[in-house]
């Protein structure tokens, strides 16, 4: 039997940061790990024949994130044509916003597989447990990943005169 006053105590941070990562809203990743863990409480079993239960709330918070995401549009378009604008919340510092812009350019995919491998610090081979995907698969969003962040920070810099010796 899973310990989830344990699992929460150890795997809270790190899963807020991961799906932080993803969908760019701190609030929101704080809420869906939550509910996360409720459906864990809910529903104890569950994860008892499960071999990473961190993996499994990770999937579990990523649903919720992705069925909120979908929501927020619909509820979005509506708030357009009734005249009144979607409400925005400012992000902190220019660092912070510059990231979260670079990583919402970025494909689902590729967002999540950076933010195990990186912010979580998960092996390659358990990212790709945590995603339902191959090894390869996450080398790849990986790389690919990479390679955007580090083209967008490129030429964020050179628009702005990054001569930086």
């Known amino acids: 039997m899973v310990d989830l006053a344990e699992l929460y105590a150890g795997s809270y941070r790190r899963l807020v940061t991961s799906i932080y990562a993803v969908i760019g809203d701190l609030t929101d990743a704080e809420e869906v790990v939550q509910e996360a863990f409720v459906k864990a409480i809910a529903q104890p079993g569950q994860l008892s024949g499960i071999d990473n239960p961190e993996g499994w709330l990770f999937r579990v918070a990523l649903n919720l994130a992705r069925t909120r995401a979908r929501r927020r549009v619909v509820f979005d378009k509506i708030m357009r044509r009734t005249g009144s604008p979607p409400v925005e919340t400012p992000d902190q510092s220019p660092d912070h ?69």
């Open 97 to 165: 916003v510059a990231l979260m812009a670079a990583l919402r350019r970025l494909p689902v995919g590729q967002r999540e597989a950076l933010g195990l491998h990186y912010l979580v610090d998960l092996p390659v081979d358990e990212v790709a447990a945590v995603l339902g995907v191959s090894v390869g698969t996450v080398k790849s969003r990986l790389a690919r990943g990479r390679s955007a962040l580090a083209q967008h920070f490129t030429e964020d810099l050179s628009r702005v005169g990054g001569n930086h010796d």
